[in-house]
C-alpha cells in the first residue's frame, strides 16, 4: 500500500516557478514508477511527466518539455516536479500516482495509487 501527498502549489505570475512535491509512505514506494496528472476545469485529466522507479528514465507530456523538470529522492520517499516559465494553461489541479515498474506511463489507469492534488494556478 502507498499514500501520496502532494504540496507545494499555489499562485505564481506567468513566468514564474514552482516546485510540487509528492509525499510517499510505504516501503515499497522506491520500487514504484510515478507520475504528475493534472486536471483544469472543464477538461480531462491529462499526463504531465513520469519518472521510472531509479529515477533513470524521465517522460514528458510535449507542451512542458523543456520547461517542467521531475525527480525523485528515494531516500526521502519524495518525487517533484519543478516547474518553471509557467504559462497560464497550465492552470489545474495537479496529481501525483504511482504504479509498479513494467507498464506504460502516460494513462492514468496504469496507476494504482493517486494523491488528493494541489492547486495550481498561474495568473497574467
Known amino acids: 500500500q502507498v499514500q501520496l501527498v502532494e504540496s507545494g502549489g499555489g499562485l505564481v505570475q506567468a513566468g514564474g516557478s514552482l516546485r510540487l512535491s509528492c509525499a510517499a509512505s510505504g516501503r515499497t514506494f522506491s520500487s514504484y514508477a510515478v507520475g504528475w496528472f493534472r486536471q483544469a476545469p472543464g477538461k480531462e485529466r491529462e499526463f504531465v511527466a513520469a519518472?521510472?522507479?531509479?529515477?533513470?528514465?524521465?517522460y514528458y507530456t510535449e507542451p512542458v518539455k523543456g520547461r517542467f523538470t521531475i525527480s525523485r529522492d528515494n531516500a526521502k520517499n519524495t518525487v517533484y516536479l519543478q516547474m518553471n516559465s509557467l504559462k497560464l494553461e497550465d492552470t489545474a489541479v495537479y496529481y501525483c500516482?504511482?504504479?509498479?515498474?513494467?507498464?506504460?506511463?502516460?494513462?492514468?489507469?496504469?496507476?494504482?495509487?493517486w494523491g488528493q492534488g494541489t492547486q495550481v494556478t498561474v495568473s497574467s
Open positions: 519518472i521510472a522507479w531509479s529515477g533513470g528514465g524521465t
Open positions: 500516482a504511482a504504479r509498479p515498474p513494467g507498464r506504460g506511463y502516460s494513462r492514468d489507469s496504469l496507476y494504482d495509487y
